[in-house]
């Protein structure tokens, strides 16, 4: 019974000690900006119109990420073409 309670342990020990990736400003594209004098700016909205929902009734104005950097840009490669030495 010791044996397993010792391993019940050691598994949760190990998964609280993984990498995990906490989510930032640099991974939304759009930007809320309070319309109180406030000055606050919230960068965690998918979308125009979920940063203008989350805005209704309180005010403000949303504007694209400064932050953002955007999906990574792979470039696409044409077809291979037939080499016989091969």
Known sequence: MRLV???IVAAVLIAATSASQAQTAY???WC??????SGGQSC???????????LSGIGGT?????YYRGPTHRERRGPR??????
């Open 81 to 86: 073409e037939y080499d016989p030495r091969y």
């Open 5 to 7: 309670q010792s391993a």
């Open 44 to 54: 965690y909205f998918t979308s125009y119109r979920q940063c203008m929902e989350t």
């Open 27 to 29: 991974d939304y594209p």
């Open 32 to 37: 809320a900006l309070r319309g109180d004098r």
């Open 62 to 66: 949303c504007i694209p990420s400064p």
